[in-house]
């Protein structure tokens, strides 16, 4: 099971940015597709963007399409989000997920430990 650590989540005001990324533990982590979902308070988990194996074919839920861009570095055996015109809505825990380009969570393989993403109005 490939092991999967989030960085660059945070604090930042409506209409900015953030950076998050993923460093997964093995090199099979390019055997899989890759994926962030998102859950905020009281609400279940959500798909949020997945890459397929080479990074060529990517997936976005509606709600972020034109804000969000997922890219992968497989010889880094690394991950980003790309976030953009950030929105109080966009507020929740981001995790870094292998599988799951469906949408689906029961597709993941292996999730995260998930970092914050908190959006001031």
């Known amino acids: 099971q490939v092991q999967l650590v989030e960085s660059g989540g945070g604090l930042v005001q409506a209409g900015g940015s953030l950076r998050l990324s993923c460093e997964a533990s093995?090199?099979?982590?390019?055997?899989?597709?890759m994926g962030w979902f998102r859950q905020a308070p009281g609400k279940e988990r959500e798909f949020v963007a997945a890459?397929?194996?080479?990074?060529?074919?990517?997936n976005y839920a509606d709600s972020v399409k034109g804000r969000f861009i997922i890219s992968r570095e497989n010889a880094k055996m690394r991950m980003y989000l790309q976030m953009n015109s950030l929105k109080p809505e966009d507020t929740a825990v981001y995790f870094c997920?292998?599988?799951?380009?469906?949408?689906?969570?029961?597709?993941?393989?292996?999730w995260g430990q998930g970092t914050q993403v908190t959006v001031s109005s």
């Open positions: 093995a090199r099979t982590f390019r055997a899989y597709d």
């Open positions: 890459a397929d194996v080479r990074g060529s074919r990517t």
């Open positions: 997920v292998t599988g799951g380009y469906s949408g689906r969570p029961a597709d993941v393989a292996s």
